[in-house]
């Protein structure tokens, strides 16, 4: 991936110094970062799944998993410091965006904790579904933080995610809840997919904000996209270190290899794999939003709903009754909806250049 590099000096200019990247560059970097995203978005639930499916039972592991890649995006920062001298910080953030950053890390790390306690209780057809309530949350805390605007698609989006999820309320008591969970689990892990939903929907267009208003999104190189997400995951998954060793996972780890279902080649490949792909899915995140907004990631995120069904029904083959059927086309539906009405408003605002001048913190 290629990374933009700045100078000290260069940190310190005027905006009129930094010029934004040729457009063609700019859209070859959004693709990337949504294709990331994309192989993320997919395939990690799928490879977090596996893994309590055949024998793993460690929550503070499995969410300390989806962070734990971060030291995959050092080599970047340490070639562009090689290029600017030996001399220049390998941090180029000023450290109010640093001290944001650890701060979204740590809620990071909080919704990953919820994120995987649902995994463990839901199937990932459910567990997808209720995900894609966070366009509905987004929206939602996108009109307090960055006062994104709402229409009538949005509120419409934002209704059909809500039933789509009440639905698979209801659906609870049914064939739904996957061998072993008891009702008590299910609803559990579907409060808790829920919670983390809403606090993602949150922490989004506060990563927008903070590139916004501290990095300067006309003067912001990418490669302050990729500090910030060295920093969130570093702290994140200190977060999540910190629960494993009250809870004393590392010292599970070697005996839960042993007994795990696909042998301890396979656990520990779920791991490693784990790690990898969810890294791609946070700095896919981040990307999209530096190039785009909080509200388009998270409208990406919900079209790959319907991948991840499919999948997760393949290679679980996880019961997929007329209610979730119905959910998923309402979520879909409001991913169309909600989609259609940001054309529509981005084709009447073509002509008028970005203002960021309102967003505060």
Not at 64 to 84: E, N, V, Y
Not at 322 to 333: H, I, N, Q
């Amino acid at each position: 991936m290629e990374v933009e590099t700045r100078t000290p000096a260069q940190q310190q200019a005027s905006p009129e110094q930094h010029p934004q990247p040729p457009p063609l560059h700019r859209n070859m970097l959004a693709i990337v970062n949504v294709f990331l995203m994309a192989i993320g978005a997919v395939a990690g639930p799928l490879i977090l799944r596996a893994y309590f499916v055949h024998g793993g039972n460690r929550k503070w592991l499995s969410s300390f998993l989806q962070t734990a890649g971060w030291p995959l995006l050092l080599p970047p920062l340490i070639s562009r410091r090689r290029k600017d001298g030996s001399s220049s910080p390998l941090f180029l953030m000023p450290p109010r965006l640093l001290a944001v950053a650890a701060g979204l890390g740590v809620a990071i790390g909080l919704i990953d904790l919820l994120y995987a306690y649902g995994l463990a209780y839901l199937p990932v057809s459910t567990s997808s579904i209720l995900i894609s309530t966070q366009l509905a949350f987004t929206a939602l805390f996108a009109l307090v933080v960055v006062r994104q605007r709402f229409t009538a698609f949005s509120v419409n989006a934002v209704v059909l995610l809500t039933i789509g999820a009440a639905m698979l309320g209801m659906n609870g008591g049914s064939s739904d809840r996957p061998e072993g969970v008891s009702r008590a689990q299910y609803y559990a892990g579907f409060a808790m997919t829920i919670g983390s939903s809403a606090m993602y929907g949150l922490v989004l267009p506060l990563m927008e904000l903070s590139q916004a208003r501290l990095a300067g999104r006309s003067v912001g190189s990418y490669s302050l996209i990729v500090e910030m997400q060295v920093v969130m995951g570093f702290t994140a998954t200190a977060f999540c270190a910190v629960g494993m060793i009250v809870n004393k996972d590392f010292q599970a780890i070697p005996h839960e290899a042993r007994e795990f279902g696909l042998g301890q080649g396979g656990y520990y490949s779920l791991l490693v794999g784990s790690a990898i792909v969810y890294q791609f899915f946070f700095i896919g995140i981040i990307g999209a939003i530096f190039y785009g907004s909080a509200l388009l990631s998270s409208v990406i995120m919900t079209l790959l709903i319907s991948i991840t069904e499919v999948v997760a029904i393949i290679i679980f083959h996880e019961p997929f009754n007329s209610t979730k059927g119905v959910a998923l086309a309402l979520s879909l539906w409001g991913f169309v909806s909600y989609f259609y009405g940001e054309i529509q408003t981005n084709a009447k605002q073509s002509d008028i250049p970005p203002n960021i001048e309102h967003l505060s913190v």
